[in-house]
């Protein structure tokens, strides 16, 4: 349903038409009152579950080059497990999110959590770039359990003011949590080989599977759970994907995740290989972006209590359209380093504002399949930045090949912000 829809079916509708009011919870009734510290836990906790995804994603970027030389593999061939592990987290979030809104949120993310745990050592062991391939997909299918169930819990909880801010917070983990997991690894690298980072991932897999087995509740009751069958969850899809502003809102989010993808998977060789970083150096580059998203983040979470989410989306974009501009700019001019790091600046840190005001627009009017929902939402960003990042590898590893793709991902993004989430029918506060 839309936002226009949910407006009609809440209680104490103000009579303001810029404003909506989100349904407090999928079952119909006010979730109870949530303590401050239970909300940190949950801000942590589910947080960390968000963040598995992304560091499995993103940990070992630094060690591309000794995974090429140490697997006797192309550059190309290395940068498709990173194209695999998205390809998998798309896939597992297809599957996790219908399975959360039909059996449960704690099922589902107990077997993922297993299967990426399992995935993790595989790796270890590996021959060659063509096992760790298999192994990665699955490792991403794997991880994809904690994102689908950790966003669906906040929207079973939460609703209004209080579901922005938790958005906004979960937000800051998908957003910062890409570009923090490379500085990790990078330090990782001063003292293990790129095998044993596999083991820390395992390592953190368990810890999410003990804390989803014995701390977090289930949030989605028996009486709104719907069947387990391929025609239910069918019928969810379509309710998903007939609705036009969803799918425009999907398509801003897996663009804008585009252009950050393009930069997570080739900056490690265009630093370090043709700029001479090394693993630390270009780890305190994705620090500079990191901190400038933590900003963005909290900046755009301020920004929603006044303006309506598709404005702060809208500003994002145009602000990463003009680092991605800048950054080709640069390259022709042959700016050399700098040419490279400012304009990346101004594009990584404002998805920052970006995400969460898709998450914000893409769930509020779907509470009752908020686990498909932010499946669908997660897979295609993932899916779309793993299937169209490798072109940079075809063009040539480069800056201007960065550059190229995120220009034509961001194009997209701007023709779904003003053709199918039109001002005038998203243009509303959400209160």
């Known amino acids: 349903m839309s936002a226009r829809t949910d407006v009609s079916h809440a209680t104490n509708v103000p009579t303001d038409p810029t404003t909506v009011v989100v349904p407090p919870h999928p079952g119909g009734a006010e979730a109870p009152a949530i303590s401050g510290k239970r909300r940190l836990a949950y ?74 745990i399992v995935a993790s050592l595989a790796i270890v062991v590996a021959p060659t770039v063509e096992a760790v391939m298999v192994a990665r997909v699955f490792q991403g299918i794997g991880a994809a359990g904690g994102a689908v169930v950790a966003m669906a819990m906040v929207r079973d909880m ?68 719907g069947r387990l069958s391929l025609s239910e969850v069918g019928r969810r899809y379509r309710h998903l994907l007939t609705d036009g502003v969803f799918v425009g809102i999907a398509v801003v989010g897996a663009m804008g995740f585009t252009a950050l993808f393009a930069y997570l998977s080739s900056s490690s060789f265009v630093l370090q290989d043709q700029y001479g970083l090394t693993a630390q150096q270009y780890g305190f580059v994705f620090g500079l972006n990191a901190a400038g998203q933590i900003v963005c983040v909290q900046v755009g979470s301020r920004l929603m209590r006044r303006f309506a989410p598709r404005t702060v989306a809208t500003i994002g974009v145009i602000l990463m359209s003009s680092g991605a501009v800048a950054l080709a700019v640069c390259s022709l001019l042959g700016a050399g380093l700098v040419g490279v790091i400012v ?57 201007m090949s960065m550059a190229i793709v995120m220009i034509l991902a961001l194009a997209v993004a701007h023709v779904a912000l003003w053709v199918v989430v039109r001002p005038r029918t998203t243009n509303a506060v959400i209160v």
Not at 69 to 77: P, T
Not at 193 to 206: H, K, N, P, S, T
């Open 158 to 225: 939460f609703h209004g003011q209080a579901l922005i801010r938790m958005l906004a917070n979960m937000a800051l983990v998908t957003g910062v949590a890409p570009v923090i997991a490379p500085v990790i690894g990078s330090q990782l690298l001063r003292v293990v080989d790129w095998r044993e980072i596999f083991v820390v991932l395992a390592c953190y897999g368990v810890l999410m599977l003990a804390i989803s087995k014995f701390v977090l509740h289930e949030t989605r009751p028996k009486h709104v759970r």
């Open 43 to 116: 801000v942590l906790i589910l947080g960390a579950l968000i963040a598995l995804g992304p560091f499995t994603v993103d940990l070992y970027l630094p060690a591309f080059p000794t995974v090429a030389a140490d697997l006797q593999a192309s550059d190309a061939a290395i940068q498709m497990t990173l194209t695999a592990t998205m390809i998998g987290f798309g896939l597992g979030q297809l599957i996790v999110g219908p399975l959360s809104d039909a059996v449960g949120r704690k099922k589902p993310l107990l077997i993922a959590t297993t299967v990426h």
């Open 343 to 399: 304009p990346l600046l101004f594009l990584v840190p404002p998805l920052g504002l970006v995400m969460p005001a898709v998450q914000v627009m893409a769930l509020n009017g779907h509470g009752a399949e908020a686990g498909t929902a932010a499946s669908l939402i997660g897979a295609s960003n993932n899916i779309v930045a793993g299937a169209v990042t490798p072109l940079i590898g075809v063009l040539g590893m480069s800056a």
